[in-house]
Nanobody
């Protein structure tokens, strides 16, 4: 089973992108999902997390009020809507699954990862 992230690309600063993560998991609606990112030369960092119902979300301070995580359990897909993009948002973005039911920011509690999609924001 793999998670498939898509939607990355090149965008100018101030622009928007929507990432998708297809998660063909039979019990997708039972898992908290998260987005992480890794910029060149930097460690992977938390971006956003959403609980199974979609009723609770949590964001890194650096993306709060600009990014929105959402999910469609009928399509077993999680999304990351990114607005007002900055060059510092340039990174490979990964989606991940955790068996925990609450939002989670620590990468260590996620046990299934996608392959990543590259987002490049030009100044």
């Amino acid at each position: 089973v793999q998670l498939q992230a898509s939607g990355g690309g090149l965008v100018q600063a101030g622009g928007s992108l929507r990432l998708s993560c297809a998660a063909p998991l039979r019990t997708f609606s039972s898992y908290t999902m998260g987005w992480f990112r890794q910029a060149p030369g930097k460690e992977r960092e938390f971006v956003a997390s959403i609980v199974p119902s979609g009723g609770s979300t949590y964001y890194a301070d650096s993306v709060k009020d600009r990014f929105t995580i959402s999910r469609d359990n009928t399509k077993t897909t999680v999304y990351l809507e990114m607005n007002s993009l900055k060059p510092d948002d340039t990174a490979v973005y990964y989606c991940a699954r955790t068996r925990r039911r609450a939002v989670a920011a620590h990468a260590g509690v996620y046990d299934l990862w996608g392959q990543g999609t590259l987002v490049t924001v030009s100044s």
